[in-house]
């Protein structure tokens, strides 16, 4: 069979490929199901993520497969959809093909394309300090979430074995810092607050784990700048309350393995996690299109790429401007809605449709939560903050997940966390793939350095 044409496919069909499978690949997938076009869903891993809810696995409220779904399952009964595991390493546009790397052990492969749609997403940007990234990792992925729960875990783990002999060291490995003062790191760090105060509180005996020091540090000034002043008001201050400490109008200077230096003060602290920002992925460097200051490609108001109509970029990767002029945010409902609009632009196109068809964003509102039972939530100008805001967000995000199984276990998740403060999902794994894992990457100040803990038997 050649290997440069889609053996899947019908010749007579105009093949569309699809790189990644986020909420806008996804999205544009499905609802391509009864258009006369094969579709090709290429991405580097099996499963479709809820990204909104990743920070609930690294704090151990939910497993990755709560929030998670095999795309091979999601699509299965789309009879005119293939599935690709693999990595994308370069677009030829001029040949119209796709280069793929094998990501499951067979042959790297190459697929032609009539119409491609780039949906990638982002990564995160350390704003010309990617020396900090080993010390300050970000939440993309269920790779790193679950290596931030085992990191936030095995401190306190390692806390409970230095109590003793070493009480400096103890607050350091129980200091947790936060960067980025947005809907993730707030998120975050109520959660980790949650943690420490309520969950973790009878399980451990040297250490008190509500004596835990979490930071949230925003440069900006003030806490999610999306939101009206009257709600992040109101959310830093339930992040107070829960005993979080909130730096606003501080820039980190410099992460290191054992502090954080933000605002002329060095902070000792052992596990840092980076929410402060994000940087495209290098889909606009593979079909060589302008993009802005952080890597998304400038498109058309139709997503399409200036001079090549046949490629639509999505969601994190694709910058396009609201009805105000300023371009749209980095969010689910963004890539979904562009998802939708870019298969209806296609949809017409096979038809022999040409007309231009601008992507227009309908905002349903803008939601975050603040530890258990809390959030904030902006719809149409209806703020709502309390219990009443954690419902709603619940509801959302409910609504939004994939699969009725995982709608139903998470319900349930909820539920048990809501009536007994307890997080089902605290498990510490991968210490022999990863050894030593936890903030304890160095010795205490000791003359005799201690047996690592992950090591004790």
């Given amino acids: 069979m050649d290997a440069h044409t889609n053996a899947h496919t019908s010749a007579s069909l105009p093949r569309v ?48 497969a709560d929030i998670s779904a095999p795309i091979r399952h999601v699509l299965r009964r789309q009879r005119n959809a293939d599935v690709l595991l693999g990595e994308v390493t370069r677009v030829e546009t001029t040949r119209r093909r ?10 790297d492969r190459t697929l032609t394309y009539d119409y491609l749609i780039l949906a990638t997403g982002a990564g995160q940007s350390y704003f010309g300090h990617d020396a900090w990234q080993p010390f300050a990792p970000g939440l993309k992925s269920i790779e790193d979430a679950t290596a931030q729960r085992r990191k936030i875990l095995l401190a306190f783990e390692a806390a409970e074995a230095e109590a003793r002999e070493h009480p400096a060291w103890t607050r350091a490995l129980l200091t947790f810092v936060v960067v980025g003062g947005g809907p993730t790191g707030v998120e975050l760090a109520g959660a980790i607050a949650e943690v420490a105060r309520h969950a973790l509180t009878r399980d451990f005996r040297h250490i008190n784990p509500a004596s835990a020091r979490i930071l949230l540090v925003e440069a900006g000034p003030r806490l999610l700048p999306a939101f009206p002043p009257s709600l992040a008001e109101a959310a830093t201050a339930k992040l107070r309350r829960l005993g979080v400490e909130v730096r ?17 003060e060095r902070v000792a602290a052992r596990t840092v996690i980076w929410a402060a ?36 970029v999505l969601g994190d990767t694709a910058s396009v401007n609201g009805g105000d002029g300023k371009p749209l945010p980095g969010v689910a409902p963004v890539a979904m809605q562009q998802g ?49 805001g954690w419902l709603t967000w619940m509801v959302v995000h409910i609504f939004y997940l994939i699969g009725f199984r ?11 966390a809501y009536l007994s403060y307890q997080r089902g999902a605290r498990l510490i794994t991968n210490l022999d793939v990863v050894p030593h894992a936890a903030a304890t990457t160095a010795s205490p100040p000791s003359t005799t350095s201690p047996t690592p803990v992950a090591e004790r038997g």
């Fill in 98 to 107: 796709v280069l793929v790397r094998d990501r499951a052990g067979a042959h």
């Fill in 406 to 416: 995982n709608r139903l276990l998470v319900m349930l998740q909820w539920a048990w």
């Fill in 340 to 388: 939708r609009h870019v298969a209806h632009v296609l949809a017409a196109r096979v038809r022999g449709d040409e007309r231009e068809l601008p992507f227009r964003y309908v905002d349903k509102g803008t939601l975050a939560t603040v530890g258990r039972s809390y959030a904030i939530a902006d719809i149409h100008g209806l703020r709502l903050r309390g219990l009443l």
């Fill in 17 to 64: 490929v699809i790189v990644g499978a986020g909420f806008g690949g996804l999205r544009a997938a499905r609802a391509l199901a009864h258009a006369p076009v094969a579709v090709t869903v290429i991405d580097r891993n099996n499963h479709h993520l809820f990204q909104p809810l990743l920070y609930q696995v690294a704090t151990a409220e939910l497993s990755p």
């Fill in 248 to 264: 606003v109008g501080c820039a980190v200077e410099d992460v290191t393995g054992e502090s954080v230096t933000m605002g002329g």
């Fill in 277 to 312: 920002g994000v940087r495209a992925s290098a889909a606009g460097q593979w079909i060589g299109a302008e993009t802005d200051r952080v890597g998304r490609v400038l498109v058309q108001p139709d997503c399409s790429v200036p001079g090549h109509p046949e490629i639509f």
